[in-house]
């Protein structure tokens, strides 16, 4: 079983939906969670650190649920920009970082 | 501030060449680490770095080399390249202690 799995998409929504990724770790000492985004032949950037309170960053919302070992992304009003593929990211203390596969996230007009 | 620097962008080797491609990162961070990313397979961890003389291997270690003698650079060494090793290589780095990771721009590696 792999670390850290999302459902691949792709997901194909039109401007302005809400879409949700979900992504499952199967770690227990996983400390640190992130959500970066990677778009097509460029390098995966930092989009939000995830916390067991919520966080919001705008049009995003990352939520994190330690007992079920779940972690979602929320994005609200999407728009032509956000179509990139979204990679869910733990972190054990003292090693590196663990990647899932991704989800592809399409935006359509 | 340049953040992280790999060279080179592109490379085409022979099957059996060695080559080292270099990572190096100007914000004085503890952690680096190397990844591979291939097509369906997501990024996967070489090799990793938690500071100057330490080094430990990650997920897909086999056919690579790395050691970290200065907190700047932290290369990767393909002894004898093999086309399996064909594939887009990130190299990353970060504080540590729960913050998130730079990444390079990649190096594109084709082995034929």
């Known amino acids: 079983r792999k670390e850290v799995e999302q459902d691949p998409g792709p997901f194909n929504v039109p401007e302005g939906a809400t879409v949700a990724f979900n992504c499952t770790y199967s770690?227990?000492?996983?400390?640190?969670f992130f959500w970066y985004r990677q778009d097509c032949r460029k390098e995966p950037k930092l989009l939000m650190s995830v916390y067991s309170s919520g966080n919001e960053d705008g049009r995003f919302t990352a939520q994190l649920n330690r007992a079920s070992q779940y972690i979602s992304l929320l994005i609200r009003d999407s728009k032509l920009s956000d179509s990139a593929t979204y990679l869910c990211?733990?972190?054990?203390?003292?090693?590196?970082?663990?990647f899932g596969k991704g989800t592809t996230l399409s935006v359509s007009s | 501030n340049a953040g992280v620097t790999q060279t080179p962008k592109f490379q085409v080797l022979k099957t059996g060449q060695s080559m080292t491609l270099q990572c190096a990162q100007d914000?004085?961070?503890?952690?680096m680490s190397w990844y591979r990313q291939d097509p369906g397979m997501g990024l996967r961890l070489i090799h990793y770095s938690v500071g100057a003389g330490i080094t430990d291997q990650g997920e897909v270690p086999n056919g690579y080399n790395v050691s970290r003698s200065t907190t700047e650079d932290f290369p990767l060494r393909l002894l004898s390249a093999a086309p399996s090793q064909t594939s887009v290589y990130f190299c990353a780095s970060s504080y540590g202690g729960g913050a998130g990771y730079t990444f390079g721009s990649g190096t594109r590696l084709t082995v034929v």
């Open positions: 990211v733990v972190n054990q203390a003292g090693t590196a970082l663990i």
């Open positions: 914000m004085n961070h503890e952690y």
């Open positions: 770690n227990s000492a996983s400390q640190s």
